[in-house]
Structure formats: structure tokens, C-alpha cells
């Protein structure tokens, strides 16, 4: 299960695109929280603490414990909800959080995570990941990292669909278990030899037909 880390916060009184722009000059990253009942206001971080935050996650979505500095109450279980980040520089520019109550339901999207190498990989095929992450819901305490499966046993042309998928005890999700989330294919090589070695032998035949008939 996800932990709580602690992330300190500012309240943030001055908004506009000048300030925001002056403090990212600073190392500062504006940002915003809102839900769980109470009024929406502007917060600030630092940016190298977020940063290093981000990077540690293996979710997008993903809590943290804020605490939170001229705020009526200091600290905030937030869930991040959205980070915007700048192009070409790959900055990070606003961070939306989104407060939550340990008794509430959330929604996040948590990423799947496949493990060993299939039996049809083995024998020549190609591993196709379609989803790699999903919507899961759960109370916060409940809040996976990630959805692990293991594939090893994927032959060729066999599928791992999210009906296979081992959710954590309070995680469920409501997306239709029908829903392939990775299979072994047929390699390219592999189809197209079948096709020529077809054709090749479709050809052999008519020649020989061709010679017995003259």
C-alpha cells in the first residue's frame, strides 16, 4: 500500500500570473487544493521537494500528508491530482491537490505492473502491454502503488484480461473485466513466413501438376 509522505506547503494570499511566474523563478511551485468540504486556496511548494516526491511515485495519482504553513488546518491528506509541466523544459509549473477524508472512497489511477517472461515470447511471439494503468476505488489507507500480474504462463495468442487481475483486499475497480490488458501475439516474421511458406507450397503443387499434365 501507498504511504502517506509529509510535504511541506505554504498558504499562498497573492495570485496571478506574474506572482506564479516569479515564483517558479524561485524554486517555488503555485499550486491549488480543493474537495473534502472545504473552500478551494492557492498553496505554494518547493520545487525540488516536489520534484523528488514525483519521482520516488509509481503513480500518478498518488497521497501525500501536506502540511501546510497560515493554513486554518495544517495538515491536509491530498491526493495529487494533476501536475502541468512545461513542454520543452519538462519543469514543473502547478500542481492541483485534491483533500480527502480517511473514511472517503477515492478515485486514482494506479499502474499495472507486469512480471516474467511469457511461454509465447519464448516460442517467438510479441508481448502487446494495452492498459498499463487502472482506475481503481478504495479508501486512502487502502491506496495501492501499483496492480501487479504475473504473464509467465501466456502462450501464444493468450490474453491477460482485467478479470484476471489480483486486486489488494478494498481495492476494486468498475472497468469491464473483458478489457485486455496484455497478450502474446504472432511476430511479424513469424505471419509472414506462414503466408509465403503457404504460397511456396501452393506453387510447388501447381508445377508439379503443371509437369504431369504435359
Known amino acids: 500500500m501507498a504511504s502517506h509522505e509529509t510535504l511541506q506547503a505554504t498558504k499562498r494570499e497573492q495570485a496571478g500570473t506574474g506572482v506564479a511566474k516569479k515564483l517558479r523563478r524561485d524554486g517555488i511551485i503555485p499550486a491549488i487544493i480543493y474537495g473534502a468540504d472545504q473552500d478551494n486556496y492557492a498553496i505554494q511548494l518547493k520545487s525540488n521537494d516536489f520534484g523528488d516526491l514525483l519521482r520516488r511515485s509509481t503513480s500518478d495519482n498518488f497521497l501525500v500528508n501536506l502540511e501546510i504553513e497560515g493554513a486554518k488546518e495544517k495538515t491536509k491528506l491530498a491526493m495529487v491530482q494533476e ?4 513542454p520543452l523544459t519538462g519543469a514543473i509549473i502547478h500542481v492541483d491537490f485534491h483533500a480527502v477524508k480517511e473514511d472517503q472512497t477515492l ?3 494506479v499502474p499495472i505492473e507486469l512480471s516474467g517472461e511469457p511461454e509465447g515470447v519464448k516460442t517467438g511471439g510479441i508481448l502487446e502491454h494495452q492498459l498499463r494503468s487502472i482506475e481503481v476505488h478504495c479508501r486512502p489507507a487502502d491506496l ?3 496492480i501487479e500480474a504475473d504473464i509467465s504462463h501466456l502462450e501464444l495468442d493468450d490474453a491477460l484480461h482485467v478479470s484476471d487481475l489480483a486486486f489488494p483486499e478494498g481495492v476494486e475497480t468498475l472497468m469491464d473485466g473483458g478489457v485486455v490488458v496484455a497478450m502474446v501475439a504472432a511476430s511479424r516474421a513469424a505471419v509472414s513466413g506462414g503466408i509465403e511458406g503457404e504460397e511456396g507450397a501452393e506453387g ?3 508445377a508439379e501438376g503443371e ?3 504435359s
Not at 501536475?83 to 512545461?86: A, C, E, N
Open 83 to 86: 501536475v502541468q509541466i512545461k
Open 107 to 109: 478515485t486514482a489511477q
Open 144 to 146: 495501492p502503488e501499483k
Open 204 to 206: 510447388e503443387a501447381a
Open 211 to 213: 509437369e504431369a499434365a
